[in-house]
């Protein structure tokens, strides 16, 4: 286990390496949203009572110019059989950084634009979840599927909150409704959908960048050019295929995605998959929300660490599930997928991983030897 995870991080040195993405990361404007501004937000007592994340006893409100995130998720049987579900939910103040029309400029430069350009006007309306001041020891009440009340949070540091909690009962494959109890005038992603998924039956989880949505992860420009300025794009034939498969698994299998990309990009991910593929619940990193350059380090530094993370917590909701991978040769798939493997026998009943062949997308091109993937899937049946 730790050689195929020594091997993996030295794929992403040389990777980052090729790419020069320390030469970007470093020249990119550097905003912090960790940084908290002396204003009515941030109270001294909210402020230290926030480090004590979901154990705060005195949470802050969110109020009428507040920012807020609810997230897709899947409910499961939990202990007894009842049904639980993870709620993640991030709050914002609506004030972007004063300095958003320096790093609008730093990230048209990078792509080859030219400054006061039409695309300008794209990257501002994209980079404003990374320069909103995040909301630390928030709560956020919702009402579920119309008739339960339920507090979200307190979140931490981050902004951002998680919460098992215990729901009503439904059908399986049904589908219950949350929506954001705040006062007029909140913005954001203010309703979200809970799917209902049995122990038994199929699930997928599928990685994101450069496995359906063209990201180029082994290129920091590619990435800003992807993110911030181009339209958001599918690999071709993956639409068609995930369409395959959710039809031949039933409508109600549940669809995982999970992403090195960090939580600031949640409604744009959202937007695509909405557009594009079956629903399913987006898992995204929630630790880098502090630069813009952390974009560029979260989607190509520990991603097998955490996206083992990840498949451990979906394999905790639904052990019984016959699970379908599905990745590419980019980044750590095939590393991550082999390590769920060995450590679920049986679990996975399929893996599928896309060889990428672009090279500014690839990095190097021994992400596509037939050599890796001997090691990454070493004991796996074929």
Known sequence: MSFRRTTSSLMEERTRSHGNFSDTESSLASISTNQVRASRKEHKLTHLLSYLGSNNPLPASIEADDVIWLM?????????????????????????????????GDIASKVGLSRGGAEEKTIE???SPFVMEVLPGRQIKVNYDGATSVKLGPGGRNGISSNVIRIPKAAAGGVARTTADVPMGVTGVL?????????????????????????????????????????????????????RIQELLTPSAPFFYLSASPYNLYPFLRTFRDAHFPHGQLILRDSSWMTISGLLSSLTLGTEKYKIDRIKKIHRWLPRRNMIFIGDSTQSDPEAYGDACRAFPGWAKLVLIRKVTDIAAVGIEEKNEPQRFEKAFEGVPR
């Open 191 to 243: 309703e979200m959908k809970t799917v209902y998924a049995e122990p038994e039956g199929w699930a997928v989880i599928s990685d994101v960048d450069d496995t359906i949505k063209i990201t180029q992860t082994s290129d920091p420009v590619g990435i800003l050019k992807s993110t911030f300025v181009s339209e958001p794009t599918p690999v071709p034939g993956m639409p068609a295929l995930y369409a």
């Open 72 to 104: 897709d998720n899947v409910a499961f049987r939990g202990r007894g059989g009842e049904w639980e579900a993870e709620f993640v939910a991030a709050g914002f103040d609506e004030k972007a950084s004063p300095k958003v029309v320096d790093i609008v």
């Open 125 to 127: 309306r994209r980079i």
